[in-house]
């Protein structure tokens, strides 16, 4: 079964205070993992999209890695505006073209 | 990047009504949308997956007499929650792909649906 964890749940930082939230995927065959940025009662906000093992991609303060079994989002000297709940999803090959399975998501909260 | 809007963006209704959810894409096709449920700090359940002019593949465990969808045009896509119950409460997000999207989801802002 395709299945997608996050962890950790929760993390809390300190401004400044850099840190990396993981995300592994179980699926028969990866045609994509996305990251999400969710705040709270909104819609989430596409980050990145990578495709295969070793690919890199990178947004001001935050940049995506990939493996063949998980990606780490990792957060640079993040700022209070950086919390909110971070999503990733891997598009399998099976199920339908488009198909996204979510992770739980991280709930990151960074303070002055 | 894509914008999805959804309207109403929140709904309050009694037991026993149904309420209606539009999904548009503002500036791209969607040639495919995504209906989902997300419930208090736990993560996006996909419910069904339309493209535009053919019936809705539902995921399983969700009931398509009670979640209804539409896609009739490539910018529009509807979520009709029929004879709503307290169970129905929710936040409800659409997102959508399709040709000027990069076939990228883009997701639109959710509409938070309270059944009294």
């Known amino acids: 079964e395709d299945q997608v964890t996050q962890s950790p749940e929760a993390l809390r930082l300190q401004e400044g205070e850099s840190s990396s939230l993981n995300c592994s995927y179980t699926?028969?065959?990866?045609?994509?993992l996305f990251w999400y940025r969710q705040d709270p009662g909104k819609g989430p906000e596409f980050l990145f999209t990578?495709?295969?093992a070793g690919e890199e991609k990178e947004k001001e303060r935050l940049k995506a890695t990939l493996t063949k079994k998980e990606s780490f989002l990792h957060i640079t000297a993040p700022k209070p505006e950086d919390s909110a709940t971070y999503l990733c999803?891997?598009?399998?090959?099976?199920?339908?073209?488009?198909?996204?399975?979510f992770g739980a998501g991280t709930r990151l909260a960074v303070h002055p | 990047g894509a914008v999805v809007s959804q309207h109403p963006s929140r709904v309050i209704c009694k037991s026993g009504t149904s309420v209606k959810i539009e999904c548009r894409s503002l500036?791209?096709?969607?040639?495919?949308m995504f209906w989902y449920r997300q419930f208090p700090k736990q993560s996006l359940m996909l419910m069904a997956t339309?493209?535009?002019?053919?019936?809705?593949?539902?995921e399983q465990g969700v009931e398509k007499d009670k979640f209804l969808i539409n896609h009739a045009s490539l910018t529009l896509s509807t979520l009709t929650v029929t004879s709503a119950h307290p169970e129905d409460s929710s936040f409800y997000i659409c997102?959508?792909?399709?040709?000027?999207?990069?076939?990228?989801?883009?997701f639109g802002p959710g509409t938070r649906l309270t059944v009294l």
């Open positions: 339309s493209n535009e002019g053919s019936k809705a593949t539902y």
């Open positions: 999803a891997a598009k399998p090959i099976s199920g339908g073209y488009n198909k996204l399975i």
């Open positions: 990578l495709y295969s």
């Open positions: 699926v028969s065959g990866l045609r994509g």
């Open positions: 500036d791209f096709q969607a040639t495919t």
């Open positions: 997102s959508a792909s399709g040709t000027g999207s990069g076939n990228e989801q883009f």
